[in-house]
């Protein structure tokens, strides 16, 4: 008995690692990047009757959702509906705060986590002008090394 359930727990952990970090690689392979990605992070602006913006980020690690690790942002500095500065906007505050706290965390000698810990790729939700705005306001943070950056749209654009 004992050997039927490691064997079934075996079968279980390389399903579970195929879907998990072998499509991380498949996905780091459908994107051309030279690496598997471990933390992909993803960002979605939101409006609400065409004035409140917020903008959400997701996470995943090794191809598992890091829920405790998702945040909203509220839009501060951009007035009304405008998803592009929007975008900027966030990416700028995130990667900003990012690379502050991972270079705390460097002269620490400390493992970087929480925000330190740095994306490998990241996803944004619009098409090209959304891209680029997020591509133009991570490249205003000066960073030791950029993450990936890839655009979702609803066509092919």
Do not use: W
Not at 14 to 42: D, M, N, S
Not at 45 to 58: E, Y
């Amino acid at each position: 008995n004992a050997g039927d359930i490691a064997s079934k727990r075996r079968e279980q952990f390389i399903k579970q690692k195929a879907r998990t970090v072998g499509a991380c690689k498949e996905l780091g392979e459908a994107l051309g990047l030279p690496f598997v990605p471990r933390r992909i992070e993803g960002y979605d602006i939101s409006n609400t009757q065409g004035t409140l913006s917020v903008a959400s980020m997701v996470v995943a690690i090794d191809g598992q959702p890091a829920r405790s690790q998702y945040r909203h942002y509220r839009i501060k500095t951009v007035v009304g509906a405008n998803d592009f500065a929007s975008m900027a906007e966030v990416i700028s505050r995130r990667f900003t705060r990012g690379e502050r706290e991972r270079l705390e965390a460097q002269k620490k000698g400390v493992a970087p986590d929480g925000f330190a810990d740095l994306p490998d790729l990241v996803l944004i939700d619009g098409g090209p002008e959304q891209l680029r705005f997020a591509q133009d306001a991570i490249h205003d943070v000066p960073m030791e090394k950029y993450p990936a950056m890839f655009g979702l749209a609803k066509r092919l654009e």
